[in-house]
């Protein structure tokens, strides 16, 4: 599995407490159970200061699933280096 | 567990998980929290439940529906008057602000504008106070996010950071004549971190999160601090290593006029800073005391040292020897008559603050580092020794403990005990409760673990009901003798039913432990349930992991025990018809007024 999938992963599992967890790039909050408008805050900001990131606004309201976040974070590690 | 070992985004992340593990302490105390924000407040509420669990309580929390905290406080208070809270905390920022005044505002509309704003929270304590009955925190208010006039946004009258500091200034005073509230100072804790940091305009927009994560979690631990503090929680003992810590370089070694301290190098000058944040901590009632590997009469030398700002007598407890650290920190608990609990611990000497935190979990170890110019606001950001109110009793206390010392010494001159008390020439004052003194005695109902009989909670106003309601005495006492006066000291709340007196809180401060004070206030209570026609009085004792010494209490003052009951509690009687007062060597002054 591709390594920042596995990492978003455990942040999954993690805050929605639920160990066997498996995430796809396709998984969305329609599809995810307890992927609710509360977690979804958690799991944003964990996110950031796991990666000391900052998502802005328009990215955040074009996040349709998995997918889109995992471009979108390895879009902004990019721009760090 | 140490909430500080974990980054934020772990905590975030992890929080469930660090949530089980907490909640398996032993001992948790239940409390009830409602929040009521005009803000999104769930990410505040999980770091505050992480940091109340992790200082010893079992959270139960009651959170507000978005921006209505107004309404559920004022118009519609039954869902909180139902959920029976012990705190509400009013959780709201600059955005809850309703009476901004206009950019082209005079002084007078200004002032219009700080009243109208103060008086619509003023509705709120109310309401809160009379209806729900609970403790109260409000916050201050954070600057604006822009200072829409530049400089100027401070002087004008209709500038909004003026506006916010006068309104921050009135709820202080508020605060100041109003002990059922609680102000926490949110403008501060936004300055610590920096507006720019305080402030996360996305999270505003996209969830109405009014701060950064950071900031949820300063408000979480301030909150979590006077939440401890207004249940007597707090630290109490700093408890201070020497050489590195107080003053640079090794006394042992370099000899006592080698240290660094004093004015002369930057170095110097670090120690002297931190050495007068401890005095002045001392000065404001956190007794200090000194833990230190080294010879004793070296030391003593070091604090003779002409620059050195603490002087022996600051000290109240003082373990300098080649024992253990832990060893020493439990004889200072012991000597101060003080819980481990009441302890925090600073040493430049990693391995000395490891091997403590690991043989005492129960002592607070802040991780100081060696850098004598960081020690100070490392202390500060662990709020250890937060407090509620800051009574005048608070102030003398370091003095007090010095007293108790002198008395101890004295005490070995006598061979007879009762010799002793006399010559203390001790006089207590024993009287209902009286307005003055109710902060007080709430205040001792919160702290009180050791020598209390059913460790019974009271807020403000429970004790004011108390006061008013016939079907209660409650008395206090106060005594003071030859070496100074001990303050308020003793309460004592007993329930008339029929011909029964039931004593349902009996509690004293430690410092006067052995004093016969418990019998004149067993003679004070008794003498007032005659005069209501109780014939029996009936005393309960509830065990818990602190309150060990007054086990065996209501036997020694010869009650027969009437009931056993589950987790041990007993039930104990005392007939009146033949009680002759016990109390012989402490003067009371004549005072009964019912």
């Given amino acids: ?81 | 567990m140490k909430l500080e070992a974990y980054e934020l985004g772990d905590l975030l992340q992890k929080r469930k998980q660090i949530k089980r593990s907490l909640s398996e302490q032993a001992n948790l105390s239940e409390i009830r929290l409602a929040i009521l924000a005009g803000s999104t407040a769930n990410e505040l509420v999980d770091l505050l439940e992480l940091h109340l669990l992790a200082s010893g309580f079992r959270p139960t929390f009651y959170v507000g529906e978005y921006d209505k905290y107004y309404e559920e406080s004022v118009i519609d208070p039954d869902a909180l008057m139902a959920f029976r809270p012990d705190f509400t905390y009013i959780y709201t920022s600059y955005v809850n602000l309703k009476h901004l005044p206009a950019v082209q505002c005079d002084e007078e509309a200004l002032r219009e504008n700080v009243t109208a704003e103060l008086s619509r929270f003023r509705q709120m304590w109310k309401s809160l106070r009379e209806n729900v009955g609970c403790q109260v925190i409000q916050n201050t208010f954070e600057l604006p996010p822009y200072a829409l006039l530049g400089n100027l946004d401070a002087v004008l009258p209709g500038g909004h950071s003026r506006f916010v500091q006068e309104l921050n200034l009135a709820l202080a005073r508020e605060a100041g004549s109003n002990p059922a509230l609680l102000l926490q100072d949110l403008m501060r804790l936004s300055s610590e971190i920096g507006l720019a940091h305080w402030f996360d305009r996305e999270r505003w927009f996209s969830y109405k999160l009014i701060s950064s994560p950071e900031g949820s979690l300063m408000i979480a631990r301030s909150l979590s601090a006077q939440i401890n503090a207004a249940r007597g929680c707090s630290r109490k003992v700093l408890v201070l290593d020497l050489d590195n810590t107080l003053w640079g370089g090794v006394i042992g070694d370099d000899g006592p006029d080698k240290i660094i301290i004093g004015r002369e190098t930057p170095l110097a000058e670090a120690y002297t800073a931190f050495q007068e944040y401890c005095l002045a901590l001392k000065n404001r009632g956190v007794i200090l005391a000194v833990c230190s590997k080294n010879n004793e009469e070296t030391v003593k030398q070091g604090f003779s040292h002409p620059d050195s700002v603490l002087k022996l007598t600051d000290i109240s407890s003082f373990r300098v020897n080649w024992d253990p650290k832990h060893e020493n920190l439990k004889q200072i608990a012991k000597e101060l008559n003080v819980g481990i609990d009441s302890l925090v611990f600073v040493d430049d000497n990693p391995a000395e603050r490891a091997i403590v935190a690991a043989q005492l979990p129960a002592v607070a170890v802040p991780e100081v580092g060696s850098e004598p110019a960081h020690y100070a606001s490392i202390l500060h950001g662990g709020r250890y020794f937060e407090a509620a109110s800051l009574t005048a009793e608070d102030l003398e206390r370091a003095q007090l403990y010095a007293r108790n010392t002198q008395r101890t010494v004295q005490q070995e001159k006598f061979a007879d005990y009762g010799e002793y008390l006399d010559s203390l020439e001790m006089t207590a004052e024993i009287d209902v409760f009286k307005p003055v003194y109710v902060e007080r005695i709430a205040q001792l109902t919160n702290k009180t673990n050791q020598f209390n009989l059913t460790t019974r909670r009271y807020t403000v106003a429970e004790i004011e009901a108390i006061a008013r309601n016939p079907q209660f005495i409650g008395i206090y006492g106060k005594l003071s003798d030859r070496f100074g006066d001990n303050g308020l000291v003793s309460v004592l709340i007993g329930r008339k039913d029929g011909i029964d007196l039931y004593i349902e809180l009996w509690l004293m401060s430690c410092r006067v432990l052995k004093r016969e004070m418990e019998s004149a206030m067993l003679d004070a209570i008794v003498e007032r349930a005659r005069n209501r026609g109780a014939r029996r009085m009936v005393g309960r004792f509830i065990p818990t992991a602190k309150n060990g010494m007054v086990a065996d209490h209501y036997s020694k003052l010869d009650f027969q025990r009437i009931y056993e009951g589950e987790a041990e509690q007993t039930l104990w009687a005392r007939d009146l018809s033949d009680y002759q007062p016990r109390n012989k060597h402490i003067h009371t002054l004549e005072s009964i007024h019912g």
């Fill in chain 1, 1 to 81: 599995m591709d390594s920042l999938l596995g990492e978003l992963q455990q942040v999954f599992r993690d805050v929605l407490d639920k160990k066997d967890l498996v995430i796809k790039p396709e998984s969305s909050a329609l599809n995810v159970e307890d992927w609710d408008s509360l977690n979804h805050v958690v799991l944003i900001s964990a996110i950031e200061k796991k990666y000391h990131v900052k998502f802005g606004l328009a990215q955040l309201q074009d996040l349709k699933n998995v997918g889109d976040l995992l471009v979108l974070l390895e879009s902004k590690l990019a721009a760090k280096v």
